[in-house]
């Protein structure tokens, strides 16, 4: 990650959902989520693409991920996309559930020979217009 933060890299931005705790003596912060969002190169295309949506597992199913996800899709508007992408394995229902509830639509089934070998989910791959 450091890499990525420090590279010049005109399409790129991590963002974090912070939880502030006040006292009158201090103002404590903790990272509670995260996501990143990229310019990624296809065939014959650019596209933008979510990855590494993470939120603590104490604060889950409070809108968190879904705010991120939101201002994913301002910054894709404010850089001229109309579309965002990602990736999920089949078998993570609850991000599967989060990102189709949120307007995203499985495009494709991504078989890998490797998977058959050692028995692993398939990956998913989403697009949502925006």
């Known amino acids: 990650m450091r890499l990525r933060l420090r590279g010049a890299v005109p399409y790129y931005c991590c963002l974090v959902a912070v939880e502030t705790t006040k006292t009158p003596s201090e103002t404590k912060e903790k990272v509670i989520g995260t996501v990143e969002i990229t310019l990624k190169s296809g065939f014959n295309c650019h596209y933008l693409y979510i990855s590494n ?72 791959f989403l697009k949502k217009k925006i």
């Open 53 to 124: 949506l993470a939120v603590l597992e104490t604060h889950r199913r409070k809108g968190v991920a879904k705010k991120l996800l939101k201002e994913c899709e301002r910054i894709a508007s404010q850089w001229g996309y109309n579309s965002l992408n990602l990736h999920v394995l089949e078998n993570n229902y609850a991000a599967k559930k989060l990102y189709l509830s949120n307007g995203y639509q499985i495009c494709e089934n991504e078989i890998l020979w490797t998977n058959w070998f050692w028995v692993r989910s398939e990956k998913l």
